[in-house]
Every structure is written in C-alpha cells, then in structure tokens.
C-alpha cells in the first residue's frame, strides 16, 4: 500500500493576514512594557500558527485520503465515496493554509476545502483510484 503526501500551498493572503497581526504584536513588545505572562501567550499562540500551517498535509494511499491539519484536524475519507472535487477560493475556515483550494464533496452531504501545493497531480490521483469522480474547475471571472 503506497502512501503520497501532499503539502498544503501556504498562500500569500494567509502570510498577509498572520503578519498583519502578528508583526505589531511583536513590535510593540519590543517598545512597551510587557508582561512575561503576555510575551509568553503571544510566542505560543505564534508558534501553534506557524505549526499548524507547516503540518498541514494530506495524504492519499490505496483506498482513502487523510486531511490533517495540526494537532487536532484529523479526517479520513474513503476515496470510493468522493463524488466530485470543485475549485474554489472560498474563505471559509478549512485545514488548507491558502485561497486557492479545492472543495472536496464525499458520502451524500459532506464535504472538506483544502488547499495540495500540486493541484492537479493530486485530483489526477484521487480520479486514478475512483474514475467516477467529477472535477468542476472555478470559473474564471
């Protein structure tokens, strides 16, 4: 059973958004009296980011994908029970670290976003394993 590991694309727009809050943060630690409690939080809460963002794979063998994310996102899915996998760049909270994702549609009404650095090697393989599923490209606007 051979198993293929696809790292999520980490997007600009996430590197945009963590140093838009982070950065001040940090700065102004350097220039304000700041508690060791608050520098303390502030390095952990910067270190589970940058964590979960780097940690964040998926992972295809014979008969199923595994979406992790972190720690705690966890989620095997059966690849004979994806019905089709859509383009998207949705903003909705996903263990995908970027926009430009993919929404992958399982069982009757679920579905996850993610966000594989190699796009379409990734739908190619999973199409490999289970034919039957339908790829929709984003329209382009």
């Known amino acids: 059973m051979d198993k293929t590991v696809y790292k999520s694309r980490v997007g600009w727009e996430t590197a945009l958004i963590l140093a838009v809050l982070l950065v001040p943060q940090i700065v102004l630690a350097f220039f ?11 390095i952990v809460v910067t270190l589970w980011v940058v964590f979960t963002l780097f940690k964040t794979m998926y992972t295809v063998d014979d008969e199923s994908l595994n979406v992790k994310s ?43 976003m993610i966000s594989p650095k190699e796009k379409k090697a990734f739908v190619n393989h999973l199409q490999k394993i289970n034919p039957d599923i339908e790829f929709v490209p984003r329209k382009k606007s």
């Open 70 to 112: 972190g720690v705690f996102y966890n989620k095997t899915i059966r690849i004979k029970s994806i019905r089709k996998i859509a383009e998207t760049r949705s903003p909705l909270s996903a263990p995908a670290a970027s926009l430009d994702r993919l929404e992958v549609y399982f069982n009757r009404f679920d579905s996850v």
């Open 32 to 42: 304000e009296p700041v508690s060791i409690y608050g520098m303390l939080v502030l």
